[in-house]
C-alpha cells in the first residue's frame, strides 16, 4: 500500500542530496514540542477548527524545496530529519491532496499567503517530480489533476499547461477494451482508487462520456452485491478480482457519481449515490464516525471519504452523507491530543491520541500500523485526513448543511 519510497532514481538522488547538503547548513531537525491531552473544546466555529488544523500543518511539515521558499513541499513525517527534509522519499500523491487542502483554505478566506502557498505548493511538486506533472501512476496523476482544476477554477490561479498535460495522460492511458484506466501504465490492474479519481476529473474536464464509462465500470465490475460497498479492483484480463474494501473507494465512486448526477440529470446516478452513502454509513462507520485507518498510504482514506460525502451532501442535499461528516469532524476534535496549541490527529477517529509518556522526544512517535495500539502518528497523511475533515465540516456548516 504505502509508495512513498517509489520513483526514486539516480537523478532523484544527486538531486535531493544537493538539497541535503543546503539544509544541513541551514536547518535543524524539527522538534515534536510538547504533546497534551486537551479536554476543553477549543474554538467551537467550524472554520477556526480547520484554521488550525491547517496551522499545525503548515508549522510541522511545510519546508522550502532546494532552499527555495517559493517552492515547498510538506514532509511525510513530523518530527522531521535533514534527511525527511531533503525530500529524497518522494510520495507524490501526498502532495497533491496538501495542495488540494490548501485550495480548501485559500477558497475558505482568500488571503495572500494562502495563495502564496499553493502556488509554492505546485511549484514543488512540478519541480521535484522531475518528469514535469506527470508520472506512470494513473491515480497520482488523476488526485494532482483535480487539485489545480480546482486550483484553476476556485481561485482564479492557473498552471501554464498543467492541467492540459495531465488530462491527456489520463486519456492515452485509457484502455477501450477495458472501458478503463489502469493503477499505472503498463498494468493489468484496473482499480477503483485510479478509476474514481479519474472519473470526476473527467467530469470535470467535460469528458462526460469517459466518465459516465468509468462509473459503469465501477458500478457493474467492482460493487459487491452482498453489501453494496465498492471492491478495490480487477485484473483484466482474466478477471481476478481483489475484494478489499477501502473507505476511499467509496468517497470516489460517490464523488463521481455525484459529478454526473449533477451534470447529465439522471436519476441513476442520484440512487447509486444514495445507496452507497448508505451502504457506507452501515457498513463503514462506527456510530457514524468514519472508520479508522492504519497509517501510511491509509492514514488518507478517510479525509477522502469526508471530502465526496460533503460534495454528496452540498449537491444532492444528501441529509446522511452531511451527517457522517459532521460526526466523523466532532469525533477527530473531540479526541485530538495537541502540540503547542494545535491540533495533532489520530489515524482512529473514535478514539483519543495517545499522550507520548515523555513529550517533546522524537522516539516515542512512532509511524502508526494497523499491529499498533497508539493512535498517534508522525504520517503526513493522518494530519492531511484531519484537515481535510474539519474543511469539509466549515463547507457544510457555512451551506447550512
Known amino acids: 500500500m504505502d509508495r512513498r519510497n517509489k520513483g526514486i532514481g539516480r537523478r532523484s538522488v544527486l538531486l535531493a542530496a544537493g538539497a541535503s547538503i543546503a539544509l544541513t547548513a541551514m536547518a535543524q531537525p524539527t522538534q515534536a ?22 496551522q499545525a500543518i503548515v508549522q510541522r511539515h511545510l519546508r522550502p524545496f532546494l532552499g527555495q521558499p517559493r517552492m515547498r513541499l510538506g514532509t511525510l513525517v513530523w518530527p522531521a530529519s535533514l534527511l525527511d ?13 496538501l495542495l488540494d487542502c490548501a485550495v480548501d483554505a485559500a477558497y475558505r478566506a482568500r488571503t495572500p499567503e494562502r495563495i502564496d502557498r499553493v502556488v509554492a505548493l505546485a511549484r514543488g511538486i512540478r519541480t521535484r517530480n522531475l ?3 506527470t508520472n506512470q501512476y494513473y491515480d497520482d496523476m488523476a488526485w494532482l489533476v483535480l487539485a489545480l482544476e480546482r486550483t484553476e477554477r476556485l481561485l482564479g490561479v492557473r498552471f501554464s499547461d498543467a492541467v492540459g498535460d495531465l488530462r491527456a495522460a489520463l486519456i492515452d492511458g485509457w484502455n477501450p477494451v477495458v472501458g478503463a484506466v489502469p493503477w499505472r501504465s503498463g498494468d493489468d490492474f484496473y482499480n477503483t482508487p485510479a478509476i474514481g479519481p479519474t472519473g470526476i476529473a473527467m467530469a470535470r474536464l467535460g469528458e462526460l462520456s469517459r466518465a459516465r464509462q468509468l462509473a459503469d465500470f465501477l458500478h457493474t ?17 482474466g478477471g481476478r478480482m481483489d475484494r478489499t474494501v ?9 464523488g463521481l457519481e455525484t459529478e454526473l448526477a449533477v451534470r447529465t440529470g439522471e436519476s441513476s446516478h442520484h440512487s447509486r449515490v444514495a445507496a452507497l452513502v448508505a451502504a457506507t454509513e452501515d457498513r463503514l462507520t462506527d456510530a457514524g464516525v468514519i472508520a479508522a485507518a492504519a497509517g501510511d498510504d491509509s492514514g488518507l482514506f478517510m479525509g477522502i471519504l469526508a471530502r465526496y460525502l460533503a460534495e454528496a451532501a452540498l449537491a444532492l442535499n444528501h441529509t446522511t452523507a452531511a451527517n457522517i461528516v459532521h460526526a466523523s469532524a466532532r469525533a477527530a476534535w473531540d479526541h485530538r491530543a495537541e502540540v503547542d496549541g494545535l491540533p495533532l ?30 493512535n498517534l502518528s508522525r504520517d503526513l497523511s493522518v494530519q492531511l485526513s484531519g484537515w481535510m475533515l474539519l474543511e469539509a465540516d466549515y463547507q457544510l456548516t457555512a451551506a447550512g448543511r
Not at 246 to 254: M, N, R
Not at 352 to 369: N, R
Open 131 to 133: 518528469t514535469g506533472w
Open 246 to 254: 477501502h473507505t476511499y473507494s467509496q468517497g470516489v465512486t460517490i
Open 345 to 374: 490527529f489520530g489515524p482512529d477517529w473514535t478514539r483519543a491520541v495517545t499522550v507520548p509518556e515523555h513529550p517533546g522526544t522524537f522516539s516515542p512517535l512512532t509511524h502508526s500500523s494497523a499491529a499498533s495500539p497508539a
Open 221 to 237: 465490475r467492482l460493487r459487491d452485491t452482498d453489501s453494496g460497498l465498492i471492491l478495490d479492483g480487477v485484473h483484466e484480463p
Open 85 to 97: 527534509q531533503s525530500f529524497v522519499r518522494w510520495c507524490y500523491w501526498w502532495q497533491a491532496h
Open 33 to 54: 514540542g510538547t504533546i497534551t491531552r486537551k479536554v476543553s473544546a477549543g474554538p467551537e466555529e467550524p472554520g477556526k477548527r480547520a484554521d488550525l488544523a491547517e
